[in-house]
């Protein structure tokens, strides 16, 4: 057995999260990738750019390593929710691009600090604000993983995909018509449960 290393654990399921979330995007057209799906606008390529966005700022003005470019929508003025869709300037070789040198500034920011170094996160509470980097590595997994699921949904809603990853859909064994008629059982039980 190896030695425990935390750290490398900890950057193991960040880069998955990650990926997973990426992948979402392959095989789909423009319009796909920002499509709002949900009565809040849920869109695969927003999520993309917000998730992007989000590692910036913990992983960067979190420990006092700012990123270096600017990012209009966190600028005074900037319209509500911004960070959530891509503008029809806003290519998805753009977003992507953004979001790998997004882990790039995090990973650096990562491999340079001990996960017992201390940052303050400005945007949260005083009482709380001041923050270790092991505790920024769990809260952007989380973070990261939260907006997973709901790209799993988003893209599951535009053309049936689901998955973890190519090759790993981690479901069960299932035709169409299974699915369909697993998903007609559980919409009975639904019913059935709403009159009890």
Do not use: C
Request: net charge negative; aromatic share 10%; glycine share 10%.
């Amino acid at each position: 057995m190896t030695e425990p290393n935390p750290k490398a654990d900890l950057r193991y399921y960040l880069q998955a999260a990650r990926e997973a979330l990426l992948w979402k995007l392959d095989g789909l057209s423009e319009y796909g990738i920002r499509r709002p799906l949900t009565p809040t606008g849920t869109n695969l390529l927003g999520l993309i750019k917000h998730v992007a966005s989000v590692e910036i700022g913990y992983f960067g003005d979190t420990f006092g390593r700012p990123f270096g470019e600017p990012l209009p929508w966190w600028e005074d003025g900037a319209e509500l929710n911004a960070d959530m869709w891509a503008t029809a300037d806003e290519s998805r070789d753009q977003i992507v691009a953004l979001y790998h040198r997004a882990w790039a500034h995090s990973d650096a920011t990562i491999d340079a600090l001990e996960l017992d170094a201390t940052g303050r996160v400005p945007w949260w509470p005083a009482e709380r604000a001041e923050v270790t980097l092991h505790r920024i590595l769990v809260h952007v997994i989380a973070e990261t993983n939260r907006h997973g699921g709901h790209a799993d949904i988003v893209r599951e809603l535009i053309d049936g995909a689901v998955g973890l990853r190519d090759g790993n859909d981690n479901m069960a064994p299932g035709d169409q018509a299974w699915w369909a008629n697993y998903r007609s059982r559980l919409e009975l039980v639904a019913q059935q449960a709403g009159r009890g």
